[in-house]
């Protein structure tokens, strides 16, 4: 169903429709939606018609779409100290409209702002003027943990300290803007701007295309653009970094590394030699030209900076010092989100850009004079107490600012002792009552408390600010700080445009692309990461395979050979699937623990786990639809089977999880251009399928042939149809140990196996210096030959133990060349 103009036109002459029947706006705050006098905002007005003209229902499953597509994409967010620390994005389906001239003159206050801490920051780090002419004091800058002595003289490549701003504004009761917060260290976010706004304008296309709202891409166009002029080289390569998978915004990183066309990378896959910056790939080190760093300064360097922190590159300062890689932002602008500098913004931009302060701070003193000291402690019951510097000060600041009344005896009395002890280390600020945006719930439309994050980015022609935001709302009516953290939920904020919306798009105009059929570089942990994630996923398979074909056996026990299920047992221990027990039998509760118990490292359930981890490292590198199928794979083993499961509800389980896997795998055939990255994931595929199937050969071959062991290596190895069509016979040692292990001709097979193996060695990027072939190209060849030539009645558990020792050497030779020193040859 879409929106009509009619329909709009007749819930506009009935004045406030139904649907705000329930809105009551707070008394002592602004609210974006209504008026004092309760009507609609003239902005807001299409957007209210708009949702009223259509059926409680149809809006319902119009939000269903949006949350669906996020929950499809893999949008999420991590909060910390969770035992559910991955967790859905969570979107408010209700979009914050902001008046174009209103948000026009906030434009003007960002740009100003950014210039104003650009200035700030390039004194600070050069100079000092300002700390020398008493502008402002030398413990607001130096106390900081974020200022970062080692990058005093340090002058920017490109000449510029802040590439990328983000500002955090609340509206006060009044109507006006104010700034709680600047972000010039790594601003996060943006990422979830494009997720927002992909959900509601698919789930509100009508809505969206005739309100005109302002559309977000050119913003990105102009930072991709930006950050890749840094550098003089014609094609730079910039790089993301990021802390990896475990960061709490990971999704927005590997998101925006690919919608940009950047290359994600973490610290272990940068190396300085010569004080120049390169990416350790699988084809040697490839220069770094431009890092935008998502890792907090104090982190990025561990010779210079932090010591104890993993998270950087050793050496990445001093080649920022000689000027061989530009870094945004600049390393060490975390200085300038301390409160303690926010009181002396409005004075310090009078002096340095001769202007008053556009957008106000939230009014703000800092402790460390005595005056404003004075003041703190006489309003302290009226004031906000805060960290002067980043998160300094006790634990009772975990959640963010106290207000001074609202604290305990004890606490009270912790805080006014911190402050009396070391005042330097707080600031007291206004309590700031935030204005309120309509969220959609349970009742209906209410009112809840927002907070806006702005975007700007620093062009060859001055500042840009996105035209779109990110804003947060809470669940509580009286919150004062919202953070994803503390259970927030996202924003879309919409700018209607005033005139006809441009054409934007991030694609090259046709006459300007350069023809190529690279994808860029693929860093050593990347290859890594899809070699063990073609690991798992066939690990796992395997272990499914058995699991359903032990579960068939024990539907049937009267014809079953218990020479068999301890067999059966055996391979599940051997493939970690069950405990290692001589003697023990098979049971339900066996199979079902080989299905979901953690505690085993062979279980389907810690596998595809195992594959999840080293896929999130890559998320980047896969499509939205592969992501869906291992989402759903996860889950799938999120959900196990009740107690007293029977072997017909374990073959469905398994049924279940192969149709999962064998969707992944298919997509990763058919959607994966034939590149690096799709060698590497082969290669992890097919090396562990032949170490998988040779150790079940040799466990159902070992000794005497025991009754139904040849018809399980047949299932195993998906052999049965193929087997009766060539034989219609029952199943005999030579012929069935011909398909499984020599068929070259069967997908599954051991010799099947090695000849992709083979080829894909072949068209890996390995050279030597004498041209001779490497250690893996002649395990491949020596496998190869041997398998060639050798008669099925020849095969016996020495031939495939001989097989399997090789495949693994063969992968540990991969590991060594590849990933583990990266750049280093490997001499064959």
């Known amino acids: ?122 004194d600070f780090y050069g100079p000092a003027d300002l700390v020398r002419g008493g502008h402002v004091p030398a413990a607001v800058v130096a106390g900081s943990e974020d200022f970062l002595r080692p990058m005093v003289g340090v002058e920017p490549k490109d000449g510029f300290h802040l590439r990328v701003y983000a500002v955090d504004l609340g509206r006060g009761p009044d109507g006006n803007w104010w700034v709680l917060s600047d972000r010039a260290q790594a601003p996060s976010g943006m990422g979830y701007v494009l ?64 919608y940009l066309g950047f290359l994600l990378v973490e610290g272990a896959d940068l190396v300085v030699r010569d004080s120049k910056l390169t990416v350790r790939t699988v084809e040697g080190s490839q220069p770094a030209d431009v890092i935008w760093r998502r890792v907090d300064s104090d982190f990025i360097d561990p010779l210079e900076l932090n010591p104890g922190s993993r998270l950087g590159v050793p050496g990445l ?64 019951n009226d004031l906000a107490i805060a960290p002067a510097f980043g998160t300094t000060g006790t634990g009772l600041f975990r959640s963010g600012p106290l207000v001074g009344g609202e604290l305990g005896r004890s606490a009270r009395k912790t805080v006014l002792d911190a402050l009396k002890r070391r005042a330097v280390d707080f600031v007291g600020q206004e309590v700031v009552r935030l204005s309120t945006t309509p969220a959609w719930t349970s009742k209906g439309m209410e009112p809840r408390p927002c907070v806006v994050r702005a975007y700007a980015v620093r062009t060859p022609d001055g500042w840009t600010v996105m035209p779109g ?23 879309d904020v919409w700018i209607p445009a005033e005139g006809d919306l441009p054409q934007t798009t991030l694609l090259t105009e046709p006459d300007e692309v350069r023809i190529t059929r690279r994808t860029g570089a693929l860093p050593s942990r990347a290859a890594d990461n899809l070699f063990w994630l073609g690991r798992y996923m066939e690990r796992a398979e395997a272990s499914l395979r058995l699991i359903r074909a032990s579960a068939q056996r024990l539907s049937d026990r009267e014809d079953l050979d218990d020479r068999l299920v301890g067999r059966l047992r055996a391979a599940l221990a051997g493939l970690g699937a069950a405990e290692a027990a001589d003697g023990q039998g098979l049971g339900s509760d066996e199979l079902v623990d080989a299905l979901y118990d953690l505690r085993l490292s062979g279980s389907a359930a810690s596998l595809v786990r195992g594959a999840r981890t080293a896929a999130s490292s890559i998320r980047e590198r896969l499509s939205p639809q592969a992501w869906r199928e291992l989402t759903k794979l996860v889950g799938h083993f999120d959900r196990p089977l009740p107690a007293g499961a029977t072997e017909g509800d374990i073959i469905d389980a398994c049924d279940e999880s192969l149709d999962l896997l064998a969707g992944f795998a298919g997509l990763s055939q058919e959607n994966m251009n034939r590149l690096l990255g799709w060698r590497f994931l082969e290669l992890g595929r097919r090396i562990e399928r032949t170490s998988a199937t040779c150790s079940l050969i040799e466990r159902f071959i070992r000794g005497e042939i025991v009754r139904g062991a040849l018809d399980v290596l047949l299932e195993l190895a998906d052999s049965q149809i ?71 009645g020849d095969v016996d558990t020495s031939t495939i133990g001989w097989v399997r020792m090789q495949v693994m050497r063969l992968s540990d030779l991969i590991t060594a060349r590849f990933f583990v020193h990266g750049n280093v040859a490997v001499q064959g």
């Open 722 to 792: 193929s087997y009766g069509v060539r034989y219609a016979t029952l199943a005999g040692r030579p012929a069935v140990l011909d398909m499984v292990v020599l068929d070259d001709a069967n997908p599954r097979s051991v010799a099947f196996q090695i000849g992709v193996i083979s080829r894909m060695l072949a068209a890996l990027p390995i050279q030597t210096a004498d041209g001779l072939p490497t250690a893996e190209e002649k395990i491949a060849s020596l496998l190869v030959a041997e398998l060639a030539t050798t008669a099925a």
């Open 317 to 380: 300062v001093e080649a920022v010092r000689e000027g061989n890689v530009s870094v945004v932002n600049g390393i060490g602008s975390g200085v300038l989100e301390s409160r303690a500098l926010m009181s002396f913004l409005p004075a310090l931009c009078r002096h340095v850009l001769g202007e008053n302060l556009l957008l106000p701070n939230v009014a703000t003193w800092w402790c460390g004079q005595e005056r404003e000291r004075a003041h703190v402690l006489d309003a302290f």
């Open 469 to 491: 935001a990110f804003s947060r709302v809470s669940d509580r009516l009286d919150a004062r700080a919202i953070t994803m953290q503390q259970g927030g939920s996202a924003v």
């Open 195 to 258: 997720e927002n706004r992909i959900a509601l304008s698919r789930s509100l296309p009508d809505i969206y295309r005739q309100m005109k709202i302002r559309r977000v891409a050119s913003f990105f166009q102009t930072l991709r653009d930006t950050l890749a002029a840094m550098h003089e080289r014609e094609r730079a390569r910039v790089c993301l970094l990021t802390p990896g998978p475990m960061n709490e915004t990971y999704f927005e990183h590997a998101y925006l590394a690919r």
């Open 1 to 122: 169903m879409s929106v009509t103009e009619p329909s709009l036109a007749e819930n506009s002459r009935r004045g406030r429709p139904a649907l705000l029947d329930g809105y009551v706006p707070l008394a002592d705050a602004y609210d974006e939606l209504m008026r004092p006098d309760g009507s609609i905002r003239p902005h807001w007005r299409f957007l209210v018609d708009a949702f009223a003209a259509l059926a409680p229902a149809e809006l319902e499953r119009r939000f269903a779409t949006a949350d669906r597509h996020l929950r499809d994409a893999g949008v999420f967010h991590r909060v910390y100290g969770s035992d559910e620390s991955e967790r859905i994005w969570p979107l408010s389906h209700v979009p914050l409209v902001i008046d174009p001239a209103e948000w026009k003159a906030l434009e003007a206050g960002i740009t100003q702002r950014a210039e104003l801490l650009e200035a700030l920051v390039a």
